[in-house]
């Protein structure tokens, strides 16, 4: 089993930063993936930013690149995203997940393991 604990949500102004947390207990399989998602109201889960295996690759979504960053803390067992330059349509409960295998990261089939999420407000 692994456990996910997500941290770091809030409320920030358009164009302001958030660091995110997801701390990961449990049996880590080194062949990996780590997934960002969100989900707005009414919209369906996407997958925002993934990082496979500690540092090897990483993909984002093209609504986030060049402003969000995954990282990954090995020691540690926790995977970051830094927020940067947030837009209105950056809201939405923020969810990290885990999958013993690599893929298409940025899709949740096939993840089967996440955090309970944590809420992130952007206002004007």
């Known amino acids: 089993q692994v456990q996910l604990v997500e941290s770091g949500g809030g409320s920030v102004q358009t164009g302001g930063s958030l660091r995110l947390s997801c701390a990961a207990s449990g049996y880590i399989d080194s062949f990996n993936c780590m997934g960002w998602f969100r989900q707005a109201p009414g919209k369906e889960r996407e997958g925002v930013a993934a990082i496979y295996s500690g540092g090897v690759s990483t993909s984002y979504s093209d609504s986030v690149k060049g402003r969000f960053t995954i990282s990954e803390d090995n020691a540690k067992n926790t995977v970051y995203l830094q927020m940067d330059s947030l837009k209105h349509d950056d809201p939405g409960i923020y969810y990290c997940?885990?999958?013993?295998?690599?893929?298409?990261?940025?899709?949740?089939?096939?993840?089967?393991?996440w955090g309970q999420g944590t809420q992130v407000t952007v206002s004007s």
């Open positions: 997940a885990y999958r013993p295998s690599w893929g298409d990261c940025l899709q949740k089939s096939g993840f089967h393991y």
